[in-house]
């Protein structure tokens, strides 16, 4: 014969507070790797976007002045760069202002640039430069919009411990270069 005590299992206060305790404990431990999981998921997911960002972005075209005009796949507002001449005597700056208008040029077509922002002491009259720009209307393609700019002059990096002895006094005689021939 079976007793009552063998069949109804009663567990103690203390036992059934233990036994929810570890349950507790259970599911925190659980929590906590699916938080570390998801973390390193999220993490895994922005370093390879910004990866791919970066290898579009560093395939990007240059054109040259001649080729963007002759493109016809540039949309309206469409961010690209173009490399082109700053033609001499065609920068105006606005007093008191940021806007400076130039043309860009390869010396047979001219494209009106409008740019809003800090001009570097390389941004000159002659200078080689990559602009990043964008059409506002397609209609006029000769007038662009810069967004951003670099001369050849802060493209230029080769040798250029040399060129550290050049300035305006000396023009480069006191330099390492200059004294190597």
């Known amino acids: 014969m079976i007793s009552k005590s063998r069949v109804f299992l009663t567990l103690s206060r203390p036992q059934i507070t233990y036994s929810f305790s570890l349950i507790n404990k ?17 993490a895994g997911i922005q370093i390879s976007a910004t990866f791919i960002s970066h290898y579009f972005v560093d395939k990007q075209v240059i054109f040259p002045v001649e080729d963007y005009l002759k493109n016809d796949k540039i949309k309206e507002n ?16 606005k007093r008191g202002t940021l806007d400076v208008k130039f043309i860009l040029t390869n010396f047979d077509d001219d494209i009106t640039v409008i740019y809003r922002g800090e001009t ?6 002659g ?6 720009a964008y059409t506002p209307d397609l209609k006029n393609k000769k007038r662009i919009i810069g ?23 000396n023009y480069g005689l006191n330099s390492k270069l200059q004294s190597q021939l």
């Not at 259970?26 to 999220?42: D, M, N, P, Q, T």
């Not at 570097?120 to 009259?125: A, D, L, R, S, T």
């Not at 200078?127 to 990043?132: A, D, M, P, R, S």
């Open 26 to 42: 259970l599911r925190s431990e659980v929590f906590k790797g699916s938080i570390y999981r998801a973390i390193g998921i999220l």
């Open 147 to 169: 967004l951003d700019y670099q001369t050849k002059h802060s493209m230029d990096g080769y040798m250029w411990e040399d060129k550290v002895g050049v300035n305006r006094n």
């Open 120 to 125: 570097k002491y390389e941004f000159k009259e």
């Open 127 to 132: 200078e080689t430069i990559v602009l990043t």
């Open 78 to 93: 469409q961010h690209y760069s173009i490399a082109g001449i700053i033609k001499p005597g065609t920068i105006e700056i």
